[in-house]
């Protein structure tokens, strides 16, 4: 799986379709997702302005966005875990991993 980006300071979002057994699976039970970057947790509860959406208008099923511009993570490499949680597993489930580059304001960067 090739890395999804993060631009510190920017509105970009990451767009995932989580799926079991090759299928897209329904949101719709789920209660919040966490994402944790070495010691930087991020938490939602799917509101509006979270971080972290599901099961929105416009959203196919199993879609999930990550809006993480304007998070408090450090510049560099990760494989971010990503939590689900709902009334049956609430410790949650471990989805899996998700390889990101967060990247430091690219403004400052640029030549």
């Known amino acids: 799986m090739n890395p999804e980006i993060v631009y510190l300071g920017h509105d970009n979002s990451i767009n995932l379709k989580l799926k079991a057994d090759g299928a897209a ?11 944790t970057f070495g010691s930087t947790l991020i938490e939602s509860d799917n509101g509006d302005a979270d971080p972290i959406r599901w099961i929105k208008a416009g959203y196919a099923t199993g879609e999930v ?15 971010a875990a990503l939590i689900v949680y709902d009334a049956t597993n ?14 430091a304001e690219v403004e400052a960067a640029a030549p």
Do not use: C, E, H
Not at 26 to 34: E, G, H, I, K, R
Not at 90 to 103: R, S
């Open 90 to 103: 609430t410790n949650g489930l471990m989805w899996g991993f998700i390889p990101i580059v967060v990247i």
């Open 25 to 35: 699976v329904s949101l719709a039970s789920v209660t919040d997702m966490s994402l």
């Open 65 to 79: 966005r990550l809006f993480l511009g304007a998070q408090a993570i450090a510049a560099g490499n990760y494989k």
